[in-house]
């Protein structure tokens, strides 16, 4: 027994597979949206990008990807809109910085990719991208990438962290709305 499933704990609970926040993926999806890891806001709150100073909700309906703000809770909400969200590293939380070695788990996102098979993968920032394909974080431009990433086509983004503030750009984000929108056209021909 962990620490958050000793009886009592204020500690953040976990789904029955280890994971803080639960994955919302399923087939058919255009978009998955895959983090690094929950904060321990979000790990508390069992919501992705829990903490109201996260650009990230705000971000996905300035750009058109969802038709209204979302709360955090309303998570579950996004297959509706043809969008999933993961992390690189489910089984912890926190600051990335701070994140163990072996909290990274690459080859179960791959696996994740190939079961479900999105159209587009975007990362929401530098780190877990770079975790994933085993590269700096210097050889991984904002946008679309050269590489695909288990079939789907590969997007890295700035991240919405309020800790990422100062790298933080809207482009990237329209950029990929408007993919996003392409490829709907397209499929509903």
């Known amino acids: 027994m962990t620490k958050s499933d000793a009886p009592g704990s204020d500690a953040p609970k976990r789904t029955p597979e280890g994971y803080f926040v639960p994955d919302v993926l399923a087939e058919g999806l255009t978009l998955v949206l895959v983090g690094t890891a929950p904060s321990r806001r979000s790990a508390a709150a069992r919501a992705y990008y829990a903490?109201?100073?996260?650009?990230?909700w705000r971000t996905l309906h300035a750009v058109g990807?969802?038709?209204?703000q979302l709360a955090p809770a309303e998570f579950p909400l996004l297959p509706e809109y043809g969008i999933g969200l993961t992390d690189v590293a489910k089984r912890h939380n926190g600051v990335d910085a701070a994140l163990p070695s072996d909290a990274w788990a690459p080859g179960e996102l791959r696996e994740k990719l190939r079961r479900y098979s999105p159209r587009i993968v975007a990362f929401t920032s530098k780190r877990g991208a770079s975790e994933t394909l085993g590269l700096p974080t210097g050889r991984l431009p904002y946008g679309k990438q050269l590489m695909d990433l288990e079939g789907a086509e590969l997007w890295v983004l700035p991240s919405t962290s309020p800790l990422g503030h100062n790298h933080f750009s809207l482009e990237p984000w329209q950029a990929l709305a408007d993919r996003v929108r392409e490829l709907r056209v397209r499929e509903n021909r």
Do not use: A, C, D, G
Request: cysteine-free; proline content about 20%; glycine content about 0%.
């Open 51 to 56: 903490n109201p100073q996260n650009k990230f």
């Open 65 to 68: 990807l969802t038709p209204r």
